[in-house]
């Protein structure tokens, strides 16, 4: 029913007002209204009913409408969190080799070259957190 909702409402919308036109062209061309003013009471409740059932199926349309929107939000920021861990896994990877070059320069007696390398991972790691922040 969900997914055919919308064309449920609009159709309940189009048989009113085929409704309400076919009673006007019967109002306009009789010529004794008698008959008319019996039958008038009935087709008022047919009238109510589908508006009552436009109503209630437009509401759900609307719900329907508000779920599939929170489903997508969901799923777009599913796909940024997965975006961001395989970031993150490569920011993590790029520091551990910062490491292993350090502490293969530091083992040479380099140890100039290596506190160049650690300030440059950090400043790397640091523009990487304000990124995630």
């Given amino acids: 029913m969900r997914r055919y909702s919308e064309y449920f409402v609009v159709s309940t919308i189009l048989i009113q007002t085929l409704l309400v036109i076919t009673i006007n062209n019967e109002i306009i061309t009789i010529d004794n209204l008698a008959g008319l003013k019996q039958v008038i009471p009935f087709i008022n409740l047919i009238i109510v ?44 990877h790029e520091y551990a080799r910062h490491l292993q070059a350090m502490q293969s320069l530091m083992e040479l007696g380099r140890v100039n070259e290596a506190i160049v390398i650690w300030i440059v991972s950090l400043r790397n790691l640091y523009h990487s957190m304000r990124c995630v922040i």
């Fill in 49 to 92: 009913g589908m508006c009552i059932v436009s109503l209630a199926s437009i509401q759900s349309v609307g719900k329907y409408r508000e779920h599939r929107f929170k489903a997508l939000m969901m799923k777009i920021h599913l796909v940024q969190v997965e975006q961001l861990i395989i970031t993150l896994q490569g920011e993590r």
